[in-house]
């Protein structure tokens, strides 16, 4: 097996490894370093359950090569806060989101670079930034419905 | 995944000596969206893969007098983001907003697009109605050619073994050109398209001048509707009933086949209506 040195940075942590050449950036984060929390769903790039955030932007975690990720900054839903959940994943579970979870990881990293880029995003922003995203439980409406809910509690803290 | 052997070329010199080495038995590594499903299926015979994300010279989208240089390597989101592709080249970005999903927009490049040589590359319609040139560079030299004459077959093109689409050339749309998109698929996000077409008018006094349709996923390659365009030229008002006539006279242009995203009849009836569509915007129908 080809290996090849890689260095980069995840979860705000520096990381140099020697990876084979054919693994996906998917494979190594659940079956090297263990990060379970990036799914795999369809593993073609159709379900947007293994996103990551990569220098800014989103991608499918399933169509990158490990040598691809070399110089690179990566967020997984791991490195989203060290220690509570965000305010977002909170207004996900106040609004009952989610049903098996499965989506949830993907669905968050998009919503989480939407709302990275774009403070109060309207309906169309917040559809488009998970139509790569799929969901086979709630349908949609109850994730869409605790983007605005989170950011009705972001100007009402602002206020306060 | 199968095993292969990576190369990632630092520069242009670095990439045709490996190039030459290599000879056919490589695939180029640009987005990877494409790439990546066929490793998983092992429908990749080649040995090798050669990463060209770092050579510089390939990205960058550029205003050169009437033109617009779009670098190889421009990935879909740097297009619908470019004020310069907003301002002269609206059809392009219209086409392109209907690829993938935004996940695979931030990684897939229209180089890789246009080299996949897909029937259902949904940037190449537009491509073919903006006048599209490719520039090609090997070690030895460069060459220039039409978009219309890069595809041979599906997966097909006249790229050689040791050459390299570094460019993409449109021409500026200018203010009495007007473009149309539309395409049909199974769902709006993440769909190849069942077919799908681009029409592009210059119109003076209301008159169409000019015409250019293209469609995808009914032959091969994205093919032009040259009847279709001649018959719209030859008018001198633009009626309802006439333009049905015309729009179904479609089957001498295209030559659809049955899959499983739809059977050849379907195909052929659904392209006429996306090209009705487009006339019925963009020209001024009555009746």
Redesign the interface.
Known sequence: MKKIKVNFILNDTEITDEVPVNITLLEYLREYLNLTGTKEGCSKGECGACTVIIDGNTINSCLMLMPEVNGKKIQTIEGLSKDDLTTLQKSLIEEGAFQCGFCASGMIMSLTNLLSKIKNPDLIEIRESISGNLCRCTGYKKIIDSVKNYINILSENKMK | ??????F?PKNLDELFEILKILGKNKKF?AG??DL??R??DNLIKEDN?V?I?NLYELNGIKEKEDEIEIGSLTTF?EIIESDLLNKYSPLLIEAVKRI?????R??GTIGGNICNASPAGDSIPPLFCLDAKLFLLSGKESRTVNIEDFFIGPGKTILRDDEILAKIIIKKMKDNEYGFFNKLGQR???TIAIASSCTKIIKTNGKVDDIKISLGSVAPTVVRAKNVEDRIKNLSQYKKDEILKICNELEKDINPITDVRGSREYRIEVSKYLIFESLNYLLNIRG
Request: charged content about 25%.
């Open positions: 995944m199968k095993d292969f052997e990576y990632i590594l990877g969206t990546l499903v490793l998983k893969i990463d994300k989101t993938g999903s935004p996940q695979i931030n990684k709006n996000a993440l």
